[in-house]
């Protein structure tokens, strides 16, 4: 059974920086496209980055150039390095698996859903 647990979420400043990671457990191999989704207060779950298991990444424009999403197969672990923070981010992040999908397409089609979440992690960003 696959499962996702993540951490590194937190309260900081408008400007600053935080590290989300994500470790998956339950795969027997590492082809998979994994990428983080937020949810803010009221407004629908997002797509944010993803990257696939050759190391193709994709970003939703809103984070392109202060987020950068990378794994460790080795450690089978996700992260999201979130700089220049901004209160428009303050939302719970989660992370996401798709064994079928690329990482554009997790980031971008409505017609893909991730196969696997975790329980979220709340990234709060205070002005």
């Known amino acids: 059974q696959v499962q996702l647990v993540e951490s590194g979420g937190g309260s900081v400043q408008t400007g600053g920086f935080l590290r989300l990671s994500c470790v998956a457990s339950?795969?027997?191999?590492?082809?998979?496209?994994i990428g983080w989704f937020r949810q803010a207060p009221g407004k629908e779950r997002v797509a944010v980055a993803a990257?696939?298991?050759?190391?193709?990444?994709s970003y939703a424009d809103s984070v392109k150039g202060r987020f950068t999403v990378s794994r460790d197969d080795a450690k089978n672990t996700l992260y999201l390095q979130m700089n220049n923070l901004k209160p428009e981010d303050t939302a719970m992040y989660y992370c996401?698996?798709?064994?079928?999908?690329?990482?554009?397409?997790?980031?971008?089609?409505?017609?893909?859903?991730?196969?696997?979440w975790g329980q979220g992690t709340l990234v709060t960003v205070s002005s």
């Open positions: 996401a698996t798709d064994a079928a999908g690329g990482a554009w397409s997790m980031v971008h089609s409505p017609y893909r859903s991730p196969d696997v």
């Open positions: 339950g795969y027997t191999h590492n082809r998979y496209c």
């Open positions: 990257i696939d298991y050759d190391g193709s990444t």
